[in-house]
């Protein structure tokens, strides 16, 4: 059974800085494609980034400059460097993977990213 965990989350001012963690276990890690997501209150789940197994990276235009994906795949996890946080970044971040073309349609807990203003 594939499971994720994702972590990180908490509180900071804007203009600061965190680093989310999804590790991904139960199916081999090394071909799966994985990506972040947040949902703000009110609002649909967007897509933020994503990752490829060969390490292809892709932004949302809210991330880019900003942020940055990146797998180790020794540790099955999964990161998000985000800087500059903006209070607009507040949200549940959840990571999700794809095993060939077809994406999990179930989602972990999350972790919440709250940026005071």
């Known amino acids: 059974q594939v499971q994720r965990v994702e972590s990180g989350g908490g509180l900071v001012q804007t203009g600061g800085s965190l680093r989310l963690s999804c590790v991904v276990s139960g199916i081999d890690f090394r071909v799966i494609s994985v990506a972040w997501h947040r949902q703000a209150p009110g609002l649909q789940r967007e897509w933020v980034a994503s990752?490829?197994?060969?390490?292809?990276?892709n932004y949302a235009d809210s991330a880019k400059g900003r942020f940055t994906i990146s797998r180790d795949n020794a540790k099955k996890t999964v990161y998000l460097q985000m800087n500059n946080l903006q209070p607009e970044d507040t949200a549940v971040y959840y990571c999700n993977y794809a095993y060939g073309s077809a994406w999990s349609t179930n989602w972990g807990q999350g972790t919440q990213v709250t940026v005071s203003s």
């Open positions: 990752i490829s197994s060969g390490s292809a990276r």
